[in-house]
């Protein structure tokens, strides 16, 4: 298994999240990124708002991946980051 839900409390806005697991006794800890960004802040806004989440992906910090896609809006798009391991 590549993956669990785990709900956590909706909140607006950003959010950090840390996770800490025991997977067969062994502790892991995995920390997540909730981040919004406005449409408006697209730097060559065009219909295909694809091309603007991938501007966003190429600028943002390299230390993240992209987890998930949140689902947008008129306004804005939820971004889920989680914390490359090393």
């Known amino acids: 298994m590549g993956a669990i839900a785990i ?3 909706q909140i607006t806005g950003e959010q950090d999240i840390e996770v800490e697991v025991r ?3 062994e502790k892991k800890s ?3 990124r909730v ?3 406005h449409w408006a802040d ?3 806004p065009s219909e295909d708002r694809v091309n603007c989440i991938r501007e966003i992906l ?4 390299p230390d993240w991946e992209l987890y998930q896609v949140g689902m947008p809006t008129d306004v804005i798009v939820p971004i889920t980051f989680r914390k490359k391991r090393k």
């Not at 190429?58 to 910090?61: G, T």
């Open 30 to 32: 995995y920390n997540y």
């Open 23 to 25: 997977i067969n006794g």
């Open 42 to 44: 697209c730097e060559n």
């Open 7 to 9: 709900n956590i409390p």
């Open 35 to 37: 981040e919004v960004f």
């Open 58 to 61: 190429a600028k943002y910090d």
